[in-house]
């Protein structure tokens, strides 16, 4: 799967690990001069480190949706279908961008495979490179996806049963006027010891995405831990690499957290087949900011009966007293 939240707030770049590290020395500052103040008694060191790197992952995730095409820059996702496709500002367009050259090229598509012509004299770039000539078209699900940079525009294809085009523009509104994230206070309550336990053999589970399109997912297991005294569980997606992903739903969506559920990242058990499940860092799907993204919803089995008020508040545009406003 590729899923929205890998791309906001797990994937790190040199970029992106120079701000966090720049993050955490300064929270680790903060904390250090609060604790050494007169009157001010020493904060234990876990307890510290453990705030320090929930603030410098909370930056890392404001910063990934504030970058010029990040999930609040996406503005549309266009259905492709078989044969021409066309992509411009002029009302002709089967695709019309609201700015941008009056025809910028065609997608042209046969039922497998994807190409593009661009419109003569157009500057279009893809992967950096301008295009001058039809060229392939390599989607989301493949190697080196095929990413088209136009004007303010980036867009590129996804599959989701079939093609569409998905359309970020940095210039969007909802970009410009993010209002900023809002957190419950940090709880180490909410930070819980689960044990992993294994599937055998490994299972998938059906996932289903806001489109109603269902996908089945490779799932190795599922975390078993407790809270406020009651056993739970909930099931994990791995994507590879060295966490895995979960979605969840609780008691507070609707209310004080988003709707349809939230995600979280775990790191992947010990030796011991023990992990850490910080709720603190639950956070929103991409469907929280833009009604153009295709976030998964969390199956039946990873619904909670309890109020998880920890990590990310609902999103509400214009509210004040959140983290990253300008």
Sequence with gaps: MNHAAKTAANQYTPHDQRSVHRALRFFVLSLALVAFSPGQAESPPESSQWLAELQAWKQHR????????????????????????????????????????PHVGDFDYDGEKLFFTPAPGVEIYANDQRVTDTIPVATDQQENTTKFRHDSYEFYVIERGKPALRIKDSQAPTRLNFAGLEYFPADPKWRVKARFIPYQPPKSIEIVNVLGLLNKEPSPGALAFELNGTPQRLDVIDEGGD????????????????????????????????????????????????????????????????????GEKKYRVGSPAREGMD
């Design 62 to 101: 404001l910063e990934s949706l504030k970058r010029p095409f990040g999930w609040l820059s996406l503005v549309g996702m266009e259905w492709l279908h078989k044969g021409s496709n066309t992509i411009g500002s002029a009302a002709d367009n089967r695709i019309q961008l609201s700015h941008g050259a």
């Design 243 to 310: 966490e895995y992903f979960i979605i969840f739903a609780d008691r507070t969506n609707g209310r004080s957290t988003y709707g349809p559920g939230r995600f979280v990242y775990v790191k992947k058990p010990d030796a011991t087949g023990e992990t850490w499940l910080d709720f603190n860092r639950a956070y929103n799907p991409p469907c929280a900011f833009t009604d153009y993204s295709t976030c998964p919803l969390p199956p039946p089995q990873n619904r909670l009966r309890e109020f998880i008020t920890a």
